[in-house]
């Protein structure tokens, strides 16, 4: 079956505008995470949505958003951009979420680079 | 000081060699303890998961958790050059689905023939 999709797959943004990833969960799955990966600080959590509800959030600013659709899919929104949130943003999917074992599966990213 | 620290390497290591790789952690409610392996320019993808303290293994790969020093180990065996990628270990409590991974910032490996 179908992956975890992400798009698009590379942006480049100017300082001060927004940007908006998409990410198509793998089928069946209702659960949508979304990471920044940099080379300093690794992968951070940013989020976490099911069934449209953001249920988990990690320590970032109120620029960067997210929602989930009926559908499973999810965006996430960076506005205001920085040089600093240049960084690979990495969509996860999973049935019902990370705790208790289940694992989550990894969309290939969408690489933004803000100028 | 972060809650998960993994040494960046890079490490370089001959064909069939044994690979370690580790990671140290400060919070003791994590349970569930991953590693997870990134080809350049790809999403991690994951490769062992365990929960609590113990070992399990699958095919050339072990992965140790001793929670009592707050270290996880993957032990590589008859390691090959397709080995060569960044390895991130990742952990989280576990408390209900509502929750998230705590990764370290990974080892790039590089085997060589």
């Known amino acids: 079956k179908a992956g975890v999709t992400q798009t698009p797959r590379y942006l480049i943004k100017t300082r001060g505008q927004q940007v908006t990833l998409s990410c198509s969960p793998i089928s069946g799955h209702r659960s949508v995470s979304w990471y920044q990966q940099t080379p300093g600080q690794g992968l951070q959590f940013l989020f976490e949505?099911?069934?449209?509800?953001?249920?988990n959030k990690g320590n970032f600013p109120g620029r960067f958003s997210g929602r989930q659709f009926s559908n499973s899919r999810s965006e996430m929104n960076v506005s205001t951009l920085e040089l600093g949130d240049s960084a690979l943003y990495l969509c996860a999917s999973s049935l019902v979420g990370t705790g208790y074992g289940n694992t989550i599966y990894f969309g290939e990213g969408s690489w933004l680079t803000v100028v | 000081q972060k809650e998960v620290e993994q040494d960046p390497g890079p490490l370089s290591v001959p064909e069939g060699a044994i690979v370690s790789l580790n990671c140290t952690y400060s919070?003791?409610?994590?349970?569930?303890f991953m590693w997870y392996r990134q080809y350049s320019r790809k999403g991690p993808e994951l490769l062992m998961y365990?929960?609590?303290?113990g070992n399990k293994e699958d095919g050339r790969f072990t992965a140790q958790v001793d929670k009592s020093s707050k270290y996880i180990s993957l032990f590589i065996r008859d390691s090959q050059p397709s080995d060569s990628a960044t390895y991130l270990c990742?952990?989280?409590?576990?408390?209900?689905?509502?929750?998230?991974?705590?990764f370290g910032t990974g080892t790039r490996l590089q085997v060589t023939l």
């Open positions: 919070n003791s409610a994590f349970q569930y």
């Open positions: 365990t929960y609590s303290s």
């Open positions: 990742a952990m989280e409590v576990g408390t209900g689905t509502a929750s998230k991974l705590t």
């Open positions: 949505y099911f069934s449209e509800t953001q249920r």
